[in-house]
C-alpha cells in the first residue's frame, strides 16, 4: 500500500482529535500531546518508505545541497530523504523531514532548481505552515501558504548568490 500525504494529513487529523460530530467542525488547538503525536506520524510515514524498500541512498551531492539549505535555516532543522518514486513531488513532514521523489528530481535542470525546491518545503516548517493546515481543517492545497513558502525560498537563494 502506498503512503501518501493525504494519509499522512488524515492520520494527524485523527491524532489532533478533529471531531466530524461537532456542528461547529471546530479544530483543536494542537497540545504538546498532539505535537508528540505529529512527530510519531511523520516517523511512521517515513518508516512506512523504508520498509516498502523505497526510501534510496542520499549520494554525495544531495548530502552537499541538504547542508547547503541546512545552513539558510540555522533554526529549521531538517533531514532530505529519497524516496522511489516516479511522480514528480516533494513535500515537508511536521518532524523535520523533507521527502524528494525521484520523479521531481529527475526533472531539475540544475542544482539551484534543487535547492529552491528544498529551500520551499523547509520554509513550510519554518513558517508554521503544516500548524495552519491544522487549525484551517487541513485545505487542500493553500494558496497563500504556497506563495509565503516560494518567497523565503527565493529570498534565501538570493542571498547565498549574493555571498558567493
Wanted: glycine share 4%.
Amino acid at each position: 500500500m502506498k503512503l501518501s500525504i493525504a494519509v499522512t494529513i488524515l492520520l494527524v487529523a485523527l491524532a489532533f482529535g478533529r471531531s466530524t460530530a461537532n456542528a461547529e467542525h471546530e479544530t483543536k488547538q494542537p497540545t504538546p500531546d498532539a505535537a508528540l503525536s505529529m512527530a510519531e506520524l511523520s516517523a511512521r510515514v517515513v518508516e512506512g518508505f523504508m520498509v516498502q524498500g523505497r526510501m534510496l541512498p542520499l549520494p554525495a551531492a544531495l548530502r552537499q545541497t541538504e547542508s547547503e539549505v541546512q545552513a539558510w535555516f540555522p533554526n529549521q532543522p531538517f533531514e532530505l530523504r529519497l524516496i522511489d518514486d516516479p511522480v514528480p513531488n516533494a513535500r515537508a513532514l511536521p518532524r523535520g523531514d523533507v521527502l524528494l521523489n525521484l520523479g521531481l528530481l529527475l526533472d531539475l535542470e540544475n542544482p539551484s532548481e534543487l535547492k529552491f525546491v528544498l529551500a520551499h518545503e523547509v520554509a513550510h516548517m519554518a513558517l508554521g505552515h503544516f500548524a495552519k493546515h491544522v487549525r484551517a481543517g487541513f485545505p487542500s492545497r493553500s494558496e497563500p501558504l504556497e506563495l509565503e513558502a516560494d518567497e523565503l525560498a527565493l529570498d534565501k537563494l538570493r542571498l547565498a548568490a549574493l555571498s558567493t
